[in-house]
T-cell receptor, first 110, second 113 residues
Framework: KNEVEQSPQNLTAQEGEFITINCSYS?????LHWLQQHPGGGIVSLFM???GKKKHGRLIATINIQEKHSSLHITASHPRDSAVYIC????????????FGTGTLLAVQP | DGGITQSPKYLFRKEGQNVTLSCEQN?????MYWYRQDPGQGLRLIYY???????QKGDIAEGYSVSREKKESFPLTVTSAQKNPTAFYLC????????????FGAGTRLSVL
């Protein structure tokens, strides 16, 4: 069983739709990371959160430590949101050694 | 502008050849990382460095080597011992090894001729 699982693997949405990407993990963690990988390959860190909810623009990340689950929401989606969204959790005691999910490929159509 | 620069963007390796991927950061970060990304898999850690002149193996270090002679630079050599080097390689850095956001470079795509 993968230690970090994301769903769905692929997601197609129409512009303006509300989008949810889920991440479940099996290890105990201190924080969870959400990352965005653009079609060219570059990766941007979106959030690092250890409890509750964080918001940045149209992006919202939530985490439930007890249930070992996090969600990334995109409100009023736009074609420029099309990317791979990756969640990652630390392991091994050193909190910046990360286990990465395989990513969710999001395509937002105009 | 602060950031991480990886070069080259595309690299081709011949049979039996060692190649070196460059990673430079001007963020004054202590920690640096190298990841490998294969289709359908999550990023996997190759090597990481907590501080200058120190580095540790990650999960898939075999066939790779690194050095950390300067804080700003963390080059990765893909040796001829790495039998399946074709992948996308990403370098990252963070303020320290403990609980910080990692900043990523744009990546190097390595292919075998």
């Amino acid at each position: 069983k993968n230690e970090v699982e994301q769903s769905p693997q692929n997601l197609t949405a129409q512009e303006g739709e509300f989008i949810t990407i889920n991440c479940s993990y099996s290890v105990g963690i201190s924080a969870l990371h959400w990352l965005q990988q653009h079609p060219g390959g570059g990766i941007v860190s979106l959030f690092m959160l250890s409890s509750g909810k964080k918001k940045h623009g149209r992006l919202i990340a939530t985490i439930n430590i007890q249930e070992k689950h996090s969600s990334l929401h995109i409100t009023a989606s736009h074609p420029r949101d099309s990317a791979v969204y990756i969640c990652a959790v630390p392991y091994g005691g050193a909190t910046n050694k990360l286990i990465f999910g395989t990513g969710t490929l999001l395509a937002v159509q105009p | 502008d602060g950031g991480i620069t990886q070069s080259p963007k595309y690299l081709f390796r011949k049979e039996g050849q060692n190649v070196t991927l460059s990673c430079e950061q001007n963020l004054n970060h202590d920690a640096m990382y190298w990841y490998r990304q294969d289709p359908g898999q999550g990023l996997r850690l190759i090597y990481y460095s907590q501080i200058v002149n120190d580095f540790q193996k990650g999960d898939i270090a075999e066939g790779y080597s690194v050095s950390r002679e300067k804080k700003e630079s963390f080059p990765l050599t893909v040796t001829s011992a790495q039998k399946n080097p074709t992948a996308f390689y990403l370098c990252a850095s963070s303020i320290s090894l403990s609980g910080n956001i990692q900043y990523f470079g744009a990546g190097t795509r390595l292919s075998v001729l």
